[in-house]
T-cell receptor
Framework: NAGVMQNPRHLVRRRGQEARLRCSPM?????VYWYRQLPEEGLKFMVY????????ESGMPKERFSAEFPKEGPSILRIQQVVRGDSAAYFC?????????????FGNGTRLTVT | GESVGLHLPTLSVQEGDNSIINCAYS??????FIWYKQESGKGPQFIID?????DKRQGQRVTVLLNKTVKHLSLQIAATQPGDSAVYFC???????????????FGTGTQLKVEL
């Protein structure tokens, strides 16, 4: 019974390159959330998606960042033209329902390093 | 706005003692509270949650206490073990806070160190 799967675990990109982070939710979960964590800080909400729909992207930077959750396949967080400030751990979480009191289950994250 | 704060960034306890990790919040619209444990290199792991219509909830070796009057949340770990060493985050949510879905607001975390 696999949990939330994220890949890659570590990603190194040079400034200006693109980063693609993948997330497969837990089986039966159709709600996906992306969070970003800077060193020694808490997680900050970025975006909430259901299959084929972005529900809430209030935490996403207006430029360079995009997310999708297609009908088939994993959710993708895409960062174009990465900068050093994008270096962080990116966590994906999923839930079975979109209710505010439905527990989130997190993956082990993708650690992005921009050189 | 929402803010979540923790009283102590680091907590050291002896193995076998009880641990208490505290969390203060400011948004009175919060009605769902969760504690997560994060080990090095891993994602947050759900420990226990509590809704605002309760003031106490118990799990296996853990108890969460909620005091809505002073907007304070605590996590108690009984008989702390070396495997409990991790960073603990409180997170809050709620329909009035997030406007839908489960967009949680996380605190900055408390590092729990268990000494043998």
């Amino acid at each position: 019974n696999a949990g939330v799967m994220q890949n890659p675990r570590h990603l190194v990109r040079r400034r200006g390159q693109e980063a693609r982070l993948r997330c497969s939710p837990m089986k039966g979960h159709s709600h996906v959330y992306w969070y970003r964590q800077l060193p020694e800080e808490g997680l900050k909400f970025m975006v909430y998606l259901q299959k084929e729909n972005i529900i809430d992207e209030s935490g996403m930077p207006k430029e360079r960042f995009s997310a999708e959750f297609p009908k088939e396949g994993p959710s993708i967080l895409r960062i174009q033209q990465v900068v050093r400030g994008d270096s962080a751990a990116y966590f994906c979480a999923s839930s079975a329902a979109g209710q505010y009191n439905s527990p989130l289950h997190f993956g082990n994250g993708t650690r992005l390093t921009v050189t | 706005g929402e803010s979540v704060g923790l009283h102590l960034p680091t907590l050291s306890v002896q193995e076998g003692d009880n641990s208490i990790i505290n969390c203060a919040y400011s948004n009175s619209a919060s009605d769902y509270f969760i504690w997560y444990k994060q080990e090095s290199g891993k994602g947050p792991q759900f420990i226990i949650d509590i809704r605002s219509n309760m003031d106490k909830r118990q799990g296996q070796r853990v108890t969460v206490l909620l005091n809505k009057t002073v907007k304070h949340l605590s996590l108690q770990i009984a008989a702390t073990q070396p495997g409990d060493s991790a960073v603990y985050f409180c997170a809050l949510g709620g329909r009035g806070v997030t406007g839908g879905g489960n967009k949680l607001t996380f605190g900055t975390g408390t590092q729990l160190k268990v000494e043998l």
